[in-house]
């Protein structure tokens, strides 16, 4: 369920209020606002509804030639509950949510901050622990920091949208998640020494159907509320970093025969470009588009 609120000039309620009603929103709260900076007056439009009306709702806002052209803010919010605002069955349907939502919050995880930084190389380095130890624990606990799924979902709906720089903004992030975690292996392996004792590596085939099922999967979530991304995101992390880290440790301790090395390089790409195209698959289905954002 959300609250979107739109602050747009006298003129334009009486278009904002027919797009929320014709999203099938019956109640629309408008109240008169003084705006400073621009120093005017203003209406203040709010509707609380099921997420998929407030996707239709902002779909119909940014898309009206009269209101793109009006200098008007928007916002979105996500609510718990919505008392007598219609039948609970039809409130709390989950999808999809509006695509402002979706874009700027993959736009929100994918900075590369110092905190971003830190999450980056402490899941790393838990994970390359786990794998040269082979402690399960340590790979899960892993799985918890890494940064990884964001990213790459921020690429596809970037390459879905044609937003070139959504695309640069996730790639440049999951490039610095790539570089710690093969700098990680290096570092732990160095330190803690070897052998590599883990050995649960799939097939690249097992490796592609289980990346369609992740991929598929973290696409259509990225716009349910009630989509567990948090545990999709542990399957990616593990599904993506544990290919850079195992590179980095066997750079230090010893480069494997050949076909090792060349299975581990291949199921990485196979891993990051199904799960990058299965996701993108997913966002053509939910028909995201994000040309006026």
């Given at each position: 369920m959300h609250e979107i609120r739109t602050t747009i000039p006298p003129e334009c309620v009486a278009e904002a209020a027919r797009l929320a009603h014709a999203a099938g929103i019956e109640r629309v709260v408008i109240a008169e606002v003084f705006v400073e900076g621009p120093n005017e007056h203003?209406?203040?439009?709010?509707?609380?509804?099921?997420?998929?009306q407030a996707r239709v709702f902002v779909e119909s806002f940014l898309?009206?030639?009269v209101l793109s052209e009006a200098g008007c803010t928007l916002t979105s919010r996500e609510v718990r509950a919505i008392v007598g605002g219609g039948p609970v069955s039809n409130l709390?349907?989950?999808?999809?949510?509006?695509?402002?939502?979706?874009?700027?919050?993959?736009w929100q995880l994918s900075h590369v901050t110092p905190s971003y930084i830190a999450r980056a190389a402490a899941g790393a380095i838990l994970l390359a622990t786990g794998i040269l130890g082979n402690d399960p624990v340590a790979i899960i606990a892993a799985a918890l920091f890494?940064?990884?799924?964001?990213?790459?979902?921020?690429?596809?709906?970037?390459?879905?949208?044609?937003?070139?720089r959504l695309v640069l903004h996730g790639a440049r992030a999951l490039a610095t998640s790539t570089v710690l975690a093969l700098g990680a292996g290096a570092a732990v392996a160095w330190i803690?020494?070897?052998?590599?004792?883990?050995?649960?590596?799939?097939?690249?085939?097992?490796?592609?159907?289980?990346?369609?099922?992740?991929?598929?999967?973290?696409?259509?979530?990225?716009?349910?509320?009630?989509?567990?991304?948090?545990?999709?995101?542990?399957?990616?992390?593990?599904?993506?970093?544990?290919?850079?880290?195992?590179?980095?440790?066997?750079?230090?301790?010893?480069?494997?025969?050949?076909?090792?090395?060349?299975?581990?390089?291949?199921?990485?790409?196979?891993?990051?470009t199904t799960i990058t195209v299965a996701t993108l698959a997913a966002y053509a289905s939910l028909h995201l588009r994000s040309e006026r954002l």
């Open positions: 203003r209406r203040l439009l709010s509707v609380e509804t099921s997420t998929p898309h009206s030639p709390t349907r989950p999808m999809s949510e509006p695509i402002p939502d979706i874009i700027q919050d993959l890494l940064p990884f799924l964001a990213q790459v979902l921020a690429l596809s709906l970037g390459v879905w949208s044609r937003d070139r803690q020494g070897g052998p590599i004792l883990y050995a649960g590596f799939r097939s690249p085939l097992n490796n592609f159907f289980l990346s369609c099922i992740i991929g598929v999967t973290a696409g259509l979530s990225t716009a349910d509320d009630t989509g567990r991304r948090y545990l999709l995101a542990v399957a990616a992390a593990v599904q993506l970093a544990i290919f850079p880290v195992w590179l980095g440790a066997a750079a230090v301790l010893g480069t494997p025969a050949h076909d090792i090395l060349y299975s581990r390089i291949l199921s990485f790409g196979i891993n990051l």
